[in-house]
């Protein structure tokens, strides 16, 4: 079973990898900046975690992951797109 969810987590990161370059090479530094962006306390954040990045670049796309649930609360705290 370990073995399984192994091979699980590795695939999900290289996936997430993947998406995560995608989104970067597709928008130019200042798109991808207001894109990826999230608020919190009032201050504005780029993401900067692969997964953040990979889950709303798949949203974005309507390409989601069967792990992107939409219940799921993204890892980046209260993300509040502009």
């Given amino acids: 079973m370990t073995g399984i969810s192994d091979a699980l987590r590795r695939a999900r990161k290289i996936r997430n990898r993947n998406d995560a370059a995608k989104a970067r090479e597709e928008y130019d530094t200042d798109e ?6 999230y608020k919190k306390r009032g201050k504005k954040y780029v ?3 692969e997964q953040d990045i990979a889950r709303f670049y798949r949203k974005v796309r309507d390409n989601q ?14 993300i509040e797109i502009d």
């Fill in 32 to 37: 991808f900046n207001e894109l990826f962006s």
């Fill in 65 to 78: 992951a069967y792990w992107d649930e939409d219940g799921e609360r993204a890892s980046e705290d209260e």
């Fill in 47 to 49: 993401m900067k975690r």
